[in-house]
Structure formats: structure tokens, C-alpha cells
């Protein structure tokens, strides 16, 4: 007989995304380091990525879905919801098909890739809301602040996974 979902999996992804939740809401407190709209060190991307690495797809979709539907109520800024769902999810399709073309190896450049795409997906769903052409004049500067950040996710998720035990998340 076929279970219709695994508590424990269900469980983790509960918590898992918990996590990135958390670590959203506590990035949001900080004060950006510079002075372009948009920049910001994503940390809670570390999650979604850990999960793409030892989950399914879908998994992942789930866990990212509900960091931004929670992160709006919580934080109040339902402005933003348009512009996390639009990076988010073009972020996670990246890192999906970079993941799987990589065989899950170099998950630095899952990370930084996954990075410069979110900044895409945010800057293309501020152009169709603004309609301003001027707005792709951020992109070099969201490119060079995706690579340094999407490397940062990349390695600490290539940490996480090394040094905490499959046990636990599967």
C-alpha cells in the first residue's frame, strides 16, 4: 500500500522552511550595506537551494512558496510579493537546471547563477509594472551583487550539505 505523503518529510519541509522564513525576516532588519534598490544579500535562498540539492523540485517549489506568501503577511509588504514570486521562481528554475546539468557538483555556481537570475526575474517584473526602460540601467550593478552573493549561498549551502547528515533531512 502507497502512502500519501511521508510525515517526516512533510515535517522537514515544515521546518525547512521555518527556517528560511526566519532567516528572511531577520535579513529584512538589516540595513542595506549599499545604496542601490534591490540589493540585498538573499539569504534565505541558502534554504531553497539546500533543498533543491537533497529534495525533489517540487519540494523546493513548496518551501519557497511559502517563504514568500508567510514573508508578506509577516513583514506587511505586499508591494514586494510580485517581485519575490517573479525572482524567486525564475531563480529556483535556474538553479533546478543548473543543478541537474551539474549533477548536483559546483553548487557554488548553482548559487551564483540562481543569484543573477532572481535579480533578472525582479528587474523584468518592475519593467512590465513601471514601464520604464530605464530600469535594466540596475542590472550591471544586481549582476555584480548576484555573483558575490549567490556565491556566499552556494558555498554555505555546499557546507550545510557536507556537514549536516542526510539522516536528518530525508
Known sequence: MKKTFDVKRLTTLALLTTIALTIFVLESAIPTLVPIPGVKLGLANIV?????????????????????????????????????????????????????????????????LGAVSHNAGQILAAFFILRLSGIFAYMPFLVISGVITGLFTGLVCFFADRYIPKKYTM
Open 48 to 112: 531553497t537551494l539546500f533543498v533543491l540539492k537533497r529534495y525533489k523540485f517540487s519540494d523546493a517549489a513548496i518551501v519557497l512558496a511559502m517563504r514568500i506568501i508567510l514573508a508578506t503577511i509577516f513583514t506587511g509588504q505586499a508591494v514586494s510579493f510580485i517581485y519575490s514570486v517573479s525572482g524567486g521562481f525564475l531563480c529556483l528554475i535556474v538553479m533546478a537546471a543548473v543543478n541537474k546539468l551539474l549533477r548536483g557538483q559546483y553548487i557554488f555556481l548553482t548559487g551564483i
